[in-house]
């Protein structure tokens, strides 16, 4: 089902970027000294500097993903680590493909 969550979540171009990102974190992300990047997702401090904006922009970014569903956050020590939700991300493209 599409939300004014969703649609608000993809239309920014830098959430767009972080969610082509996370798709392939590997390739993206240099490896993470605390969790990994497949299983876990990548640190917050990560997307920000990727991203060139300050940490509390990005959180602000991340937080609208979250929220609509298409990233999952897991705390791990102090940190903050994404990835995402395959499943959610597949419901969404079939109800753009659906009808109206």
């Given at each position: 089902m599409?939300s004014i969550?969703v649609l608000?979540?993809?239309?920014?171009?830098?959430?767009?970027?972080?969610l082509?990102?996370?798709?392939?974190?590997?390739?993206?992300?240099?490896p993470?000294?605390d969790?990994?990047?497949?299983?876990?997702?990548?640190?917050?401090?990560?997307i920000?500097?990727k991203?060139?904006?300050s940490?509390?922009t990005a959180?602000e970014h991340?937080?609208i993903l979250a929220?609509?569903?298409?990233i999952e956050?897991?705390r791990i020590?102090?940190?903050?680590f994404y990835?995402?939700?395959?499943?959610r991300?597949?419901?969404?493209?079939?109800a753009f493909r659906?009808?109206?």
């Amino acid at each position: 089902m599409l939300s004014i969550g969703v649609l608000k979540a993809l239309a920014s171009e830098r959430r767009l970027q972080i969610l082509q990102w996370l798709r392939d974190p590997a390739a993206h992300f240099p490896p993470q000294t605390d969790g990994d990047l497949e299983r876990d997702g990548v640190c917050a401090l990560f997307i920000a500097n990727k991203l060139g904006v300050s940490q509390p922009t990005a959180a602000e970014h991340l937080k609208i993903l979250a929220q609509a569903g298409l990233i999952e956050g897991k705390r791990i020590k102090q940190w903050t680590f994404y990835r995402r939700d395959e499943s959610r991300i597949d419901e969404i493209k079939q109800a753009f493909r659906g009808d109206w």
